[in-house]
């Protein structure tokens, strides 16, 4: 690791603050992807500004519409949350399978969406959902956030503040865990909306990052059932072929994580 | 007290320093004026290094100095040395191109070391490697076994033309072919063998420190046999003499093979020592790790089972390809050949056997004995060939094996070896009583009716230990004896201290060991002291690896403990004014049998060592030493079967039941054999599931991390049925036959064999991964 100056700045602002006085600064969350990333002296920010220890970060609230998760709070704590797991037991399920425990106990939800590994189980749940990034300057839909592999619509000094997952009507996630990292070889969230939109995402198959399945949505649209989806098929072009599973078989599991979205969705 | 002799459940002595985090590892070891070695590794698979400037990097902060190749050159350090000498069918030797330990010229592999830059931290070392440019002349590679055999094929060594080290073959060619010619049936399998990356949870390490003085150098290093270490030093390397080299290893965190050799990094730590005239360190990291840890397996065979009418055995005709990559690590040519080839026979009457092995040479890290060594490459062959018989030959898998098992003993194998004891049967019976085989056909319906496929594998496998009886392997090429020795002393106060030439780097010796002792006077395991991996405290030794250490290192304890005894009867006899012949030990005390006359062990070692009242013409002192050399190989042998599950949607194996039976012999301590027997069927199941070194076309690794390649967790293997069958071995005095790495051995065919049972067809590799899994699913049901 280069030599690096650590800040742990108390409030959002004196984040941003220091962000501003230092060009070659990063934000560090979770710190999963950006530590072993700098051990390997593959980056080297000047400074690294601690978010996950901003108390105005942390923390779960849920409203009748919406499920707010504040960036900073840990995996651990959405999976011990009562409120989450009573207003989206779908996010719930979907962090319990993130990871290894010693991840959980670390890993943030901002530090996964501003990330946006593709194979990261977040993003899924983000775009199945509709949910609204808030950042210390502005709102960012779900559509619009996440831009291919490891990039998003912030700006290189944004901070993600909050997540706000609108409560669906149903909602469930269906992984595959790839053998060795234990991302999401594929891994997919359904969900349809209290007006009865039906709204698709799947990670850790398309060679862009996280994606809308239309071929999906269309048939649970028609008919809220795994059998529905007996007779879809997935195209394999753009998906991802590696040594872990070919662009066939990550099709394959688009179809088949989907159905056992729907049936853990009820 | 006898609870906690041979056969007591002892909990370990080692483990309270392990698990309170007080072990002593060699990155634990702080010397005043430590410096630090990074080294320059190779980015290319293959290349001409056609300069290296390290000026810019010579100034930097901290920096020591940054020592090349041909400084080694210059200083007439030797090469590496390949210490099995095998010879191709017409009798020419294997041919074996020089690997010095890091490459003034050409580097053949990714990851291969052309400099190293000390200095006084870490990190100021990694900061000047940055600032050393190395020039290559980047040339053609070939990664694999069938790049590098083809016709116009790149060439790694101007000594093996067609990147061939060794085509060798054993058994009678011209018998097994009439074998064949007289078949009612014939069965054929083609099958990889993949290859692994030991990944032991201690990355490699060595802190090296040289004495101007006294001209001494003292080396801790990583190593399962420290005095093979130091001969190697000295006697080829020409790095330190013997006598003023000492090597220690410390508490080392696991091995599996991956630490018998001797690497360059450790061997560049020591003479750079010297050079800089200060301590250097060098721990690998993970990525090292992966890149320069010789890995195991890879090979490619092809093999034939001939049958008669009964369905018995008559010949087997197997055709290997074996990896070595770029150079021939320390014994790296026996591992394919005679650790492989020669359990060829299996559990079976096999009339005739003839084994071709071709040695290849390819871009990649070298390859060496990894946990099994060529044993779990027989018996996977094996094993899956009797698998696929059975459902060729359309004969239940269980009675196949059971009609062809070797039933008489001793065994004389067509391929050198010699089956002491056995009792084949006995591990099959009780492993199909514990599965419930007759339950299985309902079973599999049930999951299919739950929408899975259910399969069930046999493995009943058969391995050689105790390595190894020291003139048959020099017969066979090997460059060392492995006999072991033991010094068993009684100190002035009845306490002992055992000195072994075995190294314990997980298999729990400072336990085991003191149980034989223990057992035999009849006083605690906490009286006996287990003292090795230091060749300035122990006579030389061999070592630890190949399951040897109870079966070779307990027996030189054994044969010490038999003269201490016979020593410690003669004084308790002299004091008692009894007779020696009536003498016997028990409870800690040697005692005139049939009266109420005793001495205890602490009188008898004071009387010893005062001196004050011993017989006439006895030598003070309570003190002996052995030298074991075994007379043959010990056999452990057992039945796996492994039950599993297949999920069509995703191709994902679970495996459902795993049942071991195994025969060891005489169990020392159960506990840690269970232990081991674990250990090792998660090894064999990681790599029949998971584990898989891949590289791409130009010789890149792709699986260089653990994102990519896949160790097991303790949720991809079930709960393990594990128990034990019993035939004593004869050829050693304990009776052991060694458990260490039985596991890994066993257990890959097996679930590979249960995978087959589920899909109803032949077509997958191992690793069996989920992606892998489903597309095998896709050719089946494109076939129906």
């Known amino acids: 690791m280069y030599e690096t100056t650590y800040h742990r700045p108390a409030s959002i602002d004196e984040a941003a603050a220091l962000f501003a006085k230092h060009p070659e600064a990063k934000y560090l969350a979770g710190g999963h992807t950006l530590i072993p990333v700098m051990k390997q002296r593959l980056a080297a920010p000047s400074d690294v500004i601690d978010l996950a220890k901003i108390k105005e970060m942390i923390g779960i609230e849920a409203t009748s519409d919406a499920l707010i998760i504040k960036a900073a709070t840990t995996y651990y704590d959405i999976t011990q949350s009562a409120a989450a797991k009573k207003a989206i037991p779908a996010i719930v399920y979907l962090t319990s399978v993130l990871g290894d425990p010693a991840v959980r106990y670390r890993g943030t939800i901002g530090g996964s969406i501003a990330n946006n590994d593709p194979a990261a189980d977040y993003p899924a749940a983000v775009l199945a959902l509709g949910a609204t990034i808030k950042t210390n300057t502005r709102e960012i839909k779900g559509d619009d956030f996440f831009q291919g592999l490891f990039s998003t619509a912030l700006e290189d000094n944004e901070i993600i503040t909050s997540v706000s997952f609108p409560i669906p009507a149903k909602a469930g996630y269906a992984k595959m865990r790839h053998p060795a990292s234990r991302f999401a070889l594929t891994g997919v969230f359904v969900a349809q909306t209290k007006s009865g939109e039906v709204r698709v995402a799947a990670t850790g198959a398309s060679q862009n990052g996280v994606m809308r399945v239309p071929a999906i949505e269309a048939a649970l649209k028609a008919n809220w059932s795994a059998g529905a989806l007996d007779g879809v098929k997935i195209s394999a072009d753009g998906l991802m072929s590696d040594i872990h599973g070919s662009a066939e078989y990550r099709a394959n599991l688009i179809k088949v994580m989907a159905q056992r979205a729907v049936e853990a969705a009820g | ?784």
């Open chain 2, 1 to 784: 007290m006898g609870v906690e002799g041979i056969g007591a459940r002892v909990a370990r002595k080692e483990d309270k320093r392990f698990i309170t985090g007080r072990g002593r590892y060699v990155d634990d070891v702080k010397i005043v004026g430590l410096t630090h070695a990074h080294f320059i590794r190779s980015p290319h698979a293959h290349a001409k290094v056609k300069g290296i400037d390290a000026s810019a990097a010579k100034d930097m902060p901290g920096v020591v100095d940054v020592l090349t190749a041909q400084q080694l050159v210059d200083d007439k350090i030797g090469n590496l040395i390949c210490g099995w000498a095998v010879s191709s069918k017409d009798g020419s030797p294997m041919k074996m191109g020089a690997w010095p330990a890091m490459a003034p010229d050409t580097v053949r592999f990714v990851g291969q070391a052309v400099a190293v830059v000390i200095a006084e931290t870490k990190n100021q070392a990694k900061d000047a490697a940055e600032a050393v440019v190395v020039e290559y002349e980047e040339l053609p590679a070939v990664s694999s076994m069938t790049a590098a055999l083809a016709s116009g094929a790149p060439q790694l060594h101007p000594e093996a033309p067609g990147n061939v080290v060794y085509d060798w073959s054993i058994g009678d060619e011209k018998l097994t072919k009439d074998a064949f010619s007289k078949a009612a049936n014939i069965v054929s399998l083609d099958l990889t063998n993949n290859r692994l990356v030991p990944n032991a949870m201690e990355p490699r390490a060595a802190v090296a420190e040289y004495d101007e003085a006294e001209e001494h150098f003292t080396l801790h290093t990583t190593s399962q046999n420290p005095h093979v270490a130091r001969l190697v030093l000295s006697a080829f390397y020409n790095v330190a003499q013997e006598h003023k080299l000492r090597v220690i290893a410390p508490d080392v965190g696991g091995g599996f093979g991956s630490k018998i050799f001797i690497y360059p990094e450790e061997m560049v730590a020591l003479w750079a020592s010297k050079k800089v005239r200060r301590p250097v360190k060098w721990t690998g990291d993970r990525t090292e790790a992966f890149l320069t840890d010789a890995h195991g397996r890879d090979h490619i065979s092809h093999a034939e089972m001939a049958f008669d009418t009964n369905n018995k055995i008559l010949g087997l005709r197997v055709k290997t390809h074996a990896n070595f990559g770029a150079y021939m690590s320390l014994f790296s040519s026996s591992v394919p050949t005679y650790l492989y080839a020669t359990l060829l026979s299996g559990q079976y009457n096999i009339p005739t056997i003839y084994a071709e092995v071709m040695g290849v040479y390819t871009n990649t890290t070298p390859v060496d004995a990894y946990r099994g060594a060529g044993r779990p490459e027989a018996s996977y062959l094996v094993e899956r060939l009797m698998e696929t018989s059975a459902r060729q030959l359309k004969v239940d898998p269980a009675e196949l094996r059971r009609i062809n098992f070797v039933t008489q003993f001793p065994h004389q194998t067509p391929v050198i070896m010699a089956y002491d004891i056995g009792d084949f049967g006995a591990s099959l019976d009780a492993a199909l009583k514990a599965i419930d085989y007759a339950g299985f056909p309902a079973r599999k319906a049930k999951a299919k009716a739950a929408g899975k496929l259910r399969g069930l594998g046999f493995s009943c496998y058969i391995e050689a230990c105790g390595i190894a009886p020291s003139k048959a392997v020099g017969s066979l090429g090997a460059g060392v004896g492995l006999w072991e020795s033991a010094e068993v002393r009684v100190n002035p106060v009845g306490t002992i201290e055992v000195l072994t030439g075995s190294h314990s780097h997980g298999q729990g010796h400072e336990t085991t060991f003191a149980q034989l002792v223990a057992g035999r006077l009849g006083i605690s395991v906490d009286q006996v002291q287990i003292v090795h991996g230091d060749t300035d405290k122990v006579q030389f030794g061999m070592g630890t690896y190949g399951s040897r250490s109870a079966a070779v290192g307990m027996s030189a304890i054994f044969k010490a403990m038999e003269k201490v005894e016979a020593k410690a009867k003669k004084i308790a006899a002299h004091l008692l004014e009894a007779s020696e012949g009536d003498i016997v030990i028990e409870n800690g005390e040697f005692k005139v049998t049939g009266t109420d006359k005793a001495i205890a062990l602490p009188m008898v070692a004071l009387a010893a060592y005062t001196a004050h009242n011993l017989p006439d013409g006895m030598e003070p002192g309570l003190k002996e030493g052995a030298f074991y050399d075994p007379t043959n190989f010990t056999f452990p042998a057992g039945a796996y079967i492994c039950e599993v599950e297949i999920d069509p949607g995703t191709g994902k194996v679970d495996i459902v039941d795993f049942v071991a039976v195994d025969d060891f012999g005489r169990l020392i301590n159960p506990m840690i054999v269970e232990g081991q027997v674990h250990g090792g069927l998660a090894q064999g199941i990681g790599q029949a599931l998971l584990e898989g070194a891949v590289y791409d076309d130009n010789g890149q690794p792709v699986t260089a991390s653990f994102m990519d390649y896949a160790m097991p967790r303790a949720d991809d293997v079930p709960s393990f049925r594990v128990s034990h069958t019993t035939t004593l071995c004869p050829g050693n005095p304990l009776g052991v036959k060694g458990c260490g790495e039985a596991g890994a051995i066993g257990s890959s065919p097996a679930v590979i064999n249960a995978i087959t049972d589920a899909l109803g067809h032949n077509r997958i590799e191992m690793p069996a991964t989920p992606g892998r899994v489903w597309e095998a699913l896709q050719l089946q049901q494109a076939a129906e």
